[in-house]
């Protein structure tokens, strides 16, 4: 007797990608495609209605993120597998899926057949984490060279830690709101972090900042 197959649903707002991939994996004798959705909303909809194994889901979506789908989804299953694919596959999409609660992560530009190996991974073994780069970014996370800040930087962190908002760091900097939200951005790349809290939380674990002060604008 032949054992079933795993079912897949898959999220992204390319209907060619949703297709080639569809096709890639009814290729496979142990794999079947039972739903597509387009959006966070409609991917959301489809596992409710159909509890499939394995949902794999674009990480940038219309209405919402790959992330929100993994965090709901998870909150309910700890068995269903979660699988995100981006083309954005950087340390910080790496580390924010994996602690969202996915099974995977795999970049677009990776080969069909990792697809399908995260998928059938996720099946398996839902709440332990896969992705071909995630042992080069815990390397770089724990490196202290890819934290060092340039001055600048570090000024800006320390107003951060003071609770300012991007205006108002450019303000007390002589900077463009523009240009203080970039150093942001940078800021956060460099210690692989999503947000505010997480940057100063890794800041003060790693020696960048002593304190955090009192929120402020």
């Given at each position: 007797m032949s054992r079933p197959r795993t079912t897949v649903v898959l999220v992204d707002d390319h209907e060619l990608i949703r297709t080639g991939l569809a096709g890639i994996?009814?290729?496979?004798?142990?794999?079947?495609?039972?739903?597509q959705a387009a959006t966070l909303a409609e991917g959301l909809r489809l596992y409710a209605e159909?509890?499939?194994?394995?949902?794999?889901?674009?990480?940038?979506?219309?209405?919402?993120t790959g992330l929100d789908l993994v965090r709901q989804v998870r909150r309910e299953s700890d068995t269903v597998g979660l699988v995100v694919l981006t083309m954005h596959a950087g340390d910080a999409q790496i580390?924010?899926?994996?602690?969202?609660?996915?099974?995977?992560?795999?970049?677009?530009?990776?080969?069909?057949?990792d697809v399908v190996e995260a998928a059938r991974h996720a099946a398996i073994s839902p709440r332990s984490f896969v992705s071909a780069g995630l042992v080069q970014a815990m390397?770089?996370?724990?490196?202290?060279?890819?934290?060092?800040?340039?001055?600048?930087?570090?000024?800006?962190?320390?107003?951060?830690?003071?609770?300012?908002?991007?205006?108002?760091?450019?303000?007390?900097l002589y900077?463009?709101?523009?240009?203080?939200?970039?150093?942001?951005?940078?800021?956060?790349?460099r210690l692989g972090a999503q947000n505010r809290a997480q940057a100063l939380v890794t800041a003060m674990r790693t020696g960048l900042l002593s304190a955090v002060g009192p929120a402020t604008r």
């Amino acid at each position: 007797m032949s054992r079933p197959r795993t079912t897949v649903v898959l999220v992204d707002d390319h209907e060619l990608i949703r297709t080639g991939l569809a096709g890639i994996f009814d290729l496979e004798e142990d794999m079947s495609v039972v739903g597509q959705a387009a959006t966070l909303a409609e991917g959301l909809r489809l596992y409710a209605e159909l509890r499939p194994d394995v949902v794999v889901t674009d990480l940038q979506l219309q209405d919402g993120t790959g992330l929100d789908l993994v965090r709901q989804v998870r909150r309910e299953s700890d068995t269903v597998g979660l699988v995100v694919l981006t083309m954005h596959a950087g340390d910080a999409q790496i580390f924010a899926s994996m602690e969202s609660g996915a099974s995977g992560f795999v970049g677009k530009d990776a080969p069909a057949r990792d697809v399908v190996e995260a998928a059938r991974h996720a099946a398996i073994s839902p709440r332990s984490f896969v992705s071909a780069g995630l042992v080069q970014a815990m390397v770089r996370r724990s490196s202290p060279e890819s934290m060092r800040l340039s001055d600048r930087e570090h000024e800006v962190l320390k107003l951060l830690a003071d609770g300012l908002s991007a205006a108002a760091i450019g303000e007390r900097l002589y900077l463009s709101e523009s240009t203080a939200k970039s150093h942001i951005a940078k800021i956060y790349q460099r210690l692989g972090a999503q947000n505010r809290a997480q940057a100063l939380v890794t800041a003060m674990r790693t020696g960048l900042l002593s304190a955090v002060g009192p929120a402020t604008r």
